[in-house]
Each structure stands twice: as C-alpha cells, then as structure tokens.
C-alpha cells in the first residue's frame, strides 16, 4: 500500500479512537488493532504500528490533560514507571511467541470490572480507598498492552475506576502514564522489527493528534456519572466481543 492510498481513512481511525481514548482512558490501541487486525495485517506489526503512532498521540493527550489539571503526579509515577518495564517485557514476548492465551482471562477480568463501574454510576456502590499495589497494576497493564495492542486503558482505568479513583484524574494520569509506556514498547519493536507500515502510522498519530486537547477538555468538563457509564458500557460491550470471538474461533 503507497503512502497516501488509504492515509485519509487511517487519519479519521486515529480521530474516532483517540476522541473515545482521551475522553474514556481507553480504545485507541483496541480500535486501530481491531481495524488494522481485519486488514490482515500480522499482530506484531499491528503492535507496533499502533505503539508507534501512540508515542504521539499519547504526548499530546497527556499534555493536555496536564493543562487541564486532570493528572495525579504520584499515582503518575507510580502507574508510569513499572508499566514502561511491563510493556518492554511483553513488546519482546509478542516478537517471540503468540500472546493469545491469556487474554480470555483479561477479558472475563474486564467484564467483571465493567459491572463494578457501572453499579458505581447508578450510585449502588460507592467503594473507598485507593489502589494499594498501583505499581503491580501499572506492571500488568503495560505487558497486556503490549501483546494485546490495548490492553493498557481498559485494565488500568477500569481497575483504578472500580476502587473508586475519581474519573477526571484516574482517566488524565492514564492518559499521561501511557505515554512513556508507549514509548518503551515502541523503542522495544523497533530495537526488534525495524519501522513497518509507515502510512498506517502517520495517519493514526495525525487523527489521533487533533482529538487530544478535545478529549481532555471533554474529560474535564463532564459529570463524573456520564464518565462512569460511558467507559462501564464501553469496556463491558469490549470484554463480551472478545469473549464471543475467542468462543467462537
């Protein structure tokens, strides 16, 4: 495919995923695999398309979520820091070998979590306290990330929402923490694939680069309650896909 075939259509997946991404803490890597995946494309190269393209576009989302005040500088650092470890770890093992095994059990983990949240945004439970093992979590979401091309905002705002984390800062410091996970993964598949798919890249990091400061100012602006049941709905309807299609493969 020559640069410019398909940029346009590339530059509107980065667009739609990163908009949900920013205002969410989650799905631009789930989006742009799940369409880069049904091209045919092989998942270690959609892995690393879609990380390289994030170095981008999660700077630019974290940037504006910092200029919004949505970040949590401690629970940065310590979300930040063991996931960049994780993602290099599973940026490897994606180059090694299939990473399919696990993910049934991220999934049917996620769906748990996606009932918590949304029991959370009908006002039924209101859990107290935050994460205490934050850097076992951040480890875990960046090696899911990495061979899942996703897993990052799904496990980590989920998990962090579930317990009772406010929307506004748990979603900004996922945002921001995600980009020096990106940038450890993506430096990991260049170290070991080279640079592929150049227009798939360019296209994704340009859509996704003009939806971040909207999606941070989305994110800062909205009742916590629509967050909630927004990124509730939006895990739940990811986590019973997938389960379908590993059931159904």
Do not use: C
């Not at 020096?180 to 340009?206: A, C, E, K």
């Amino acid at each position: 495919m020559e640069l410019g075939d398909q940029f346009l259509f590339f530059v509107m997946v980065g667009l739609a995923a990163q908009l949900i991404d920013g205002a969410l803490g989650m799905a631009f890597g789930l989006v742009s695999s799940s369409v880069l995946l049904s091209m045919g494309v092989p998942p270690a190269a959609v892995s690393a398309s879609v990380h390289t393209a994030e170095v981008f576009t999660t700077g630019a989302s974290g940037a504006s979520h910092l200029a919004m005040r949505n970040v949590d500088k401690r629970l940065f650092l310590r979300l930040a820091l063991p996931g960049m470890l994780g993602g290099a770890i599973g940026a490897y093992v994606l180059t090694q070998l299939p990473g399919d095994v696990i993910r049934p059990f991220i999934y049917a983990y996620l769906l748990i979590l996606s009932i918590v949240i949304l029991l959370r945004a009908a006002g039924r439970l209101m859990p107290k306290g935050e994460v205490r093992r934050v850097p076992v979590l951040g480890f875990f979401a960046g090696l899911l990330d990495a061979t899942g091309g996703g897993g990052w905002g799904p496990v980590a705002t989920s998990t962090l929402l579930a317990r009772g984390g406010t929307a506004r800062t748990t979603i900004g410091t996922v945002n921001a923490a995600e980009f020096l996970v990106t940038v450890s993964i993506s430096v990991t598949f260049f170290l070991t694939m080279g640079l592929q798919h150049l227009d798939v890249i360019l296209g994704l990091l340009v859509g996704g680069m003009i939806a971040a400061p909207l999606a941070a100012l989305f994110v800062k602006h909205v009742r916590e309650r629509w967050v909630l049941l927004a990124v509730g709905l939006l895990v739940m309807a990811i986590s019973l896909y997938q389960i379908g299609r590993t059931l159904l493969a």
